[in-house]
C-alpha cells in the first residue's frame, strides 16, 4: 500500500515516513499542498493542516473534488470545531498530534479494510427508493434525476441505508462498517455525516432517526 505523508516539519516526517516503512507501507512525503496536489494518486494520504503554501482544508477540497482516495487529516488542531470541519469536506478520520505509531498505523489499516471492502459479485449495482436513485458502481446519486454530490462518508452510510429500506442500521454497525471501529470518539463523526447528508437530499425525512438504535432510510412525503 503507498501512502502519500504531506507534512512540512522534517523532524516529524522523517521519523513518521521511517516508522510506516518499517510498518510495510511505502512512503511518498512531500511538504506543500501544490505538491501533493501534484503527485500520483497514493492508496491513502495523511494530510498535515498547516502547510506552508495553503490550508489542509483547502487541499482535501481539492483532492476531494476529483477522486475517493483516502485521506487521514493528521493535525496538532484538536478541538471540535476542526474534526467536524475535517469530516464534512470528507476526510475519513483525523488523529491528533501527538499520536502513537501504532495507533495511527491500526488507523490507516482500518480506513484501508473499509475502502477495500467491496459489494459481493451478485449485489445489484443500483438501488432505488422513490425518485432516490444510488448506484454503487458510478458511486452516484439522484432525486428526481438531478445528481446530489456527496463525500464519501456521506455516500456509504446512504448506501447503508437504501440496501435493506425501512430497516434500521444500528449506530455500531455503522462505527465498524464505515471506521472499523466502535470508538466512542467516533460517534459524533456520524451525526456530522447525517446531518450534513439530510442537507444535501434536500428533506431531512429522507433519513429518519430510531431513538437509541441508529436510522433507517425516510420517505419524504409519505
Do not use: C
Not at 459481493?120 to 428526481?144: F, K, N, Q
Amino acid at each position: 500500500m503507498r501512502l502519500l505523508v504531506v507534512e512540512d516539519e522534517d523532524s516529524i516526517a522523517t521519523p513518521l515516513a521511517d516508522g510506516l516503512r518499517r510498518a510495510g507501507f511505502e512512503v511518498e512525503r512531500v511538504a506543500t499542498g501544490a505538491a501533493a496536489l501534484a503527485a500520483p494518486e497514493p492508496d491513502l494520504v495523511l494530510l498535515d493542516l498547516r502547510l506552508p503554501d495553503m490550508d489542509g482544508y483547502a487541499v482535501a477540497r481539492k483532492l476531494r473534488a476529483r477522486s475517493r482516495v483516502p485521506i487521514i487529516m493528521v493535525t496538532a488542531r484538536g478541538e471540535e470545531v476542526d474534526r467536524v470541519v475535517g469530516l464534512e469536506i470528507g476526510a475519513d478520520d483525523y488523529v491528533v498530534k501527538p499520536f502513537g505509531l501504532r495507533e495511527l498505523v491500526a488507523r490507516i489499516n482500518a480506513v484501508l479494510r473499509r475502502v477495500g471492502d467491496g459489494a459481493p459479485d451478485d449485489a445489484p449495482d443500483e438501488h432505488r427508493a422513490g425518485p432516490l436513485v444510488v448506484s454503487m458502481r458510478t458511486h452516484r446519486v439522484t432525486i428526481s434525476g438531478k445528481e446530489v454530490h456527496l463525500t464519501p462518508r456521506e455516500f456509504d452510510i446512504l448506501a447503508m441505508l437504501i440496501a435493506d429500506p425501512g430497516a434500521v442500521v444500528g449506530r455500531d454497525d455503522l462505527l465498524r462498517r464505515l471506521w472499523g471501529t466502535t470508538w466512542a470518539v467516533q460517534t459524533k463523526a456520524i451525526d456530522v455525516h447525517v446531518s450534513s447528508l439530510r442537507r444535501k437530499l434536500g428533506d431531512p425525512a429522507w433519513v429518519e432517526t430510531v431513538r437509541g438504535v441508529g436510522f433507517r432510510l425516510g420517505a419524504p412525503g409519505g
